[in-house]
Each structure stands twice: as C-alpha cells, then as structure tokens.
C-alpha cells in the first residue's frame, strides 16, 4: 500500500457525532469515510465510503501542501478541545498531526489547508463506494459496494440540532436492512419539510467490517402513507 | 474580646440599719424599683415592732454577720419567694453576702432561692461577689427561670455591663442564645463584647426563622458587624440574619470523564479508544431555612447577550432542572438551580459567537440578532435545551454518551441495552447525553451529598425525591 500524503478528519461532539475523514495516499489514491459532516458541515443526505483517485494536478498540489513550513510548525495540539463541539486534525504524512478544538484558533496555515483539504473531501464524495442515501422519500445505495444499515428516522422543519431534536420519529419505527449497490427501498415518513435518519451503516473497507455511526438529513422529506410502502 | 468594664453599679459600703429600725424612705423607694411594690409591701407588713421575734430575713442578717456561709445559703432557701425579693433589694444585706461569700458559695445563695425571685436581682448580687462565667450560665441556664425574666435584662442596661465583664466573645454569644429575646438584642450584646463570624453564624443557625430580621438590619448593628467580621463574612452574615441563609460553600473543583473518541479523526477504521476530558465543577451553594440553591456566576464574552437570549438560556435551565427534584428529612426543600451573569468575579466564561449556530459547549454558545432559538432554519441563538446541558458541565456533571458499558452501568445503575456494542459506546437517555433528555435523580448527588455533609447539628440526613 503506498504511503500516507495527507488526511483531514472531523469528529466527536454531542450526538449525533460529527464524523468525515479524507485520505490520500502517495499514488493519488483518495477515500473519504462520511458518517456526518453535519452540523460542522452543510447537511449531507448520505453517509458512506467514498473512493477515487486524485488528478495530477491536485495530487502535486497537495504535495506542496504538505510540504508548507508554516503548516508543519503548526504541529501538535490548539485547545481547547471539548467533548460537546468535537475537534478537527490535519495530518501530514504519518509522522506530523495538528489537532484542534472546534473554537480553537489555529494559525492560518491550519484553516487554509483545511480548506483545501475538504475541497477535496467533495470531490471524493462524489464517488460513492458504499453509501446510504435519504432522498425524496427513499433510502438507497449509488455505490458500487453494499451497505447494511439499522436507522431510526424522524421527520420536522430545519436542518440543524434543534430542528432534529425537536423532530417527530416516523411512526413505523427504525429502518433497517441490506441496499445492494443502486439498490432502493421507499420509506415512510411523516410529516416535516426535512428527514434525518440516524443509526449505524456496516461497510467494508480492505476487506474488513468497518461500523460507522452515520447520521443524515435529507432537504426533502416526502409525507407518504405508511400503508403503501412495502 | 472586650476589656473589663467599670462598674456602673455602685459599691455600697454602709450596712443596712437594723432590721427593726424603720426603713428609710431612699430604702423603700430602692427596694420598691427592684424588688417591686408587691414584695415591698409584703416586708413592711412584716415589719417587726421592737419587741418581735427574729424573722427569717434577721436570721439571714445574723448568719452572714457571723460569714457562716453554709447557714446563710441555707437560710436563702429557706426564704419566701417574697422575703428573698425583699432581701435581694436590700443593699446592706448584699454588702454583707460580699463579706461572707467567695464566688462560688454567692453563685449556691442565689440558686438556692426559691422560684418566684427575679433572675435579675440575683445577677446584681452576684456581680457584686466578682463573678464568673460559669456561675452565671448555671443560673440562666435553670429552666425554672421564666423567660420574661430573662428577655428583660436587655432592657435594663447594666446586665449587658455585667455580661462584657464576665463573659468572652464565645461566651457572650452562648449567653445571648441562652436568653432568648430578639435578635437586635442578642447581636447589640455580642457586639458589645466583640465577636467573629462563626459566633454569628451560631447565633443566626439558633434564631427560629420568625425572629429573623427580615426587615433588614438595624444601622447600628451594620455597623457593629462590620467592625467586627471582615466583608465577605459581613455579607453572609446580613444573609444569614435576614434571610435564613443557613450555610454555604464555593465549590472548585475538577476531574476527568472518559469517554470513546476516533482514535484518529481521520481515520474511522483505527477505531476507538477512551479519551479524558476535564470537567470542571464551579458553583456556589447555599442552604437555606426554605431551598437548596446552586448557583453559578457565569461572565459571557463575545458577542452582546440582550435580556431576550438570557432569558431563553435562563428558562431552559429552569425548565430541565427546577422541580425535578426535590430533597427530603421529614421536611421538604426544593432544589433551585440559578444561573447568574455577571461582568466578574464569575466561576466560568462563556463566549458568544455570531451564527450559524453549529455546535456549543461549555464555553462556547451562540448569541444571533433575532434571539432565535429555533428549531428550524431561523435559529441563530443557542437554544434552552443547549443551555440546559451546558448548565449541567458547569455545576460539575459529566456527558453521559459515548460510554463504556462498565460506566453506563455506573451511572445509570442498569445494564447497557442488549446487542453488541454501538461502535462509539452508550448513550444514556439524560440531559447529559441528549440535550431533549430529563435530568436523573443522579445528578443531584453531588448537592444532596454536599447538604449531608453540612447538616445542622441534630438534623436527618437529606435524601433525593422526584418531583418539584
């Protein structure tokens, strides 16, 4: 396996937990593990693996990134980190790592190489591997590998905590099942002008089960009448 | 401590006159202002003509003539309650108790009188033998004394002269609650003699809660306790006197609480491991005659927090954590859990930032233009259930997601839901995991505990009960 070049990751906090994480190795290959971006993020309607490889020249210019002296000094830990809002790292090869705080204030070689860094994060979530998506009324797969998932969903108005806490769970209890890749399976909900499904997907990673605690809001809840899902 | 005070009773050197010579006028009218018209009378009708026989006051006379100390206390228990006021007022008489007794011998005369004689009277003669402490708490100290008896020595001015040169601070402060009466009066005496906090603690944990000085302090008694007790003591003080405040702690403390992060933030595959994270317990506590109330001094820097987003942080606190709970002894008290915003002096900091509200902790909450806590799209406020939670870390609580099996059981005291493990741990069901959660008896322990440890002396253990 080639070499480490960089990663970035984004996690903890309250629950639901945030957690997206991008690696790209020394041959470009590039994978973002997404069990939620949100609420640090914009809110995702999927969760999952993710896998391309990074074109050249986005490839050299993380090379360069890497190689960035003001970003380097910035190793070590900025605080303070705190269990509720969860932090952030930025990691250079596999020797040097910045890890900081959700309201910590890192130098500004750290904000803009994170910048960059989820910039890349979407471009490589635009290449599902094994994925779990809420939309339009649906959970569905549009990756290339299969997802088993249990979700408990709710319904309400608002894509932000409050909103999610103070959303109705859908009347037909938690979701759970195997979505093989482009597979669909029409759900139902309530009322509510947002979906959020939270819950736990298992995918595999090299070959091996990786459980990841996954956590979605789709900009699109369909009211359906439970009686006319299957 | 004061110094000993001059007398302002008059040393009196001239033996009374015989008893069967008639009384002088400056005698009767003496006797009449001590010992009352009614025992006045009594003696004059007594009065012997010259060829009487002895009475029991000219037995009395005799004996301590002759300093026989035993037969003249026996002799004053063997008075009447009228012929011992009548004896008491007599100022040649009293001259000659001096002569005959010590101390303690004076101290046995005036217990041995029957009831009925004003604990006043006996005082005075007292004194005037020098007398001590604990003489003088053995005598206020007889429940036979009538309370009226011993309420009106503050009335009369050279009792309080008579407790200064007997007595020290601590004393006094035993004496004062001995007699009873008003607190304006315990506190002018205590002061006269000098006293410390803790005397007047003891003095405020001793008053019943009717007598307090709900109506504040008298000028002269503010500044009394000030010269005497340094200014945050003085503050407690005035709570104490005047609003029942019974005890109190500032709590600064902190320890860790573990709980599974990623090991790697950026790589979910390495899995999880249990993290330290500091929880720092800050808060003022005070137990008073009606509550239990915790109260934390926070300072919020950052953007400006108008009336309208305290008061959704302030309702959302109230909301999860007033009348969850209450505790009970065979009474019952609330516990009150108060946030309080001050521009210093404050036991936490909290930042406010501009929105979009994404997530809060502990320090960190959000304070948007429209004060909008949301839910939906409109909220650029921390919201009251945000608040609620974050209130909790700062009066020493721990988040209770992401746990180990082994600490949810600890917490929750049940076992963790059945299946295998979630992938990041166990969550509880509570405020301190999810922020629409109630607040458990649990959380209450560390204020319960801290009230058992500050019980009055005699008071029942407290313990924790659902509901307001």
Redo the contacts between chains.
Sequence with gaps: MSALLA?????????P???E???VLEDGTARA?V?SPW??GAPLDEAGVYETTLAPGDLEALRALAQDQDLRAAAGEHG?I??????????VGEELTI?WG??ADPPPAVKAAEARLRELLARVREHPVAVLRLRDGELSNPGSEPVTYRVELRT????????Y??ATPVPAGPSHGELGPGETRRIALGQGLNAFARG?LEVA??D?P????VFVVSQSAVVTDPKTVG | MRERIARTEPELTEERPPASAPAAASTIVQLQQTAGNAAVSAMLARAPTATATETPTDKLRKLLRDKDAAGAIAQFGALSATEAGAALADQSLRNLAVKAFDDDEMARAMRAIVPGVRLAQKLNWMWAEETNWKAVKALISDPKVPAGEKTELYDMGWPRDLFVDVCGNAEMAEAVIILGGRLDQQLRWMIAEGTDEQLVYKLAWATPTANLLTGGLPRDIQVGLRKELGGKEYQRAVQMLTQGLLTWDEIDSSRTEQHYELKDASDPTKGYELVDFKVESKYEINYTRTELRVKVRIKLTGEQATAAHKAIWENGIAAKWHNAFHVENGRRMPIVFEPVWVPNQAHHEIELHKPPVVREDAGNWYAGPNANPGPGTTQDTTDANTAAHEFGHLIGLADEYNLTAADYQKMTSTAPPPGPMPAGGYDTTSVMAVITGPVEGRHMRPFVNWLNRHRLPGEKPYKVVAGA
């Design positions: 990663a970035y990751g984004a996690a903890g906090g309250a629950p937990a945030t957690m994480s991008l690696r593990i069990g609420p640090d303070p705190r269990g509720d809002s969860g932090a952030r790292s930025i990691s890890r959700a309201f309400g108005d608002g894509d932000n905590l409050s909103a806490h103070a736990a990673v090299d091996r990786l459980a990841l605690d």
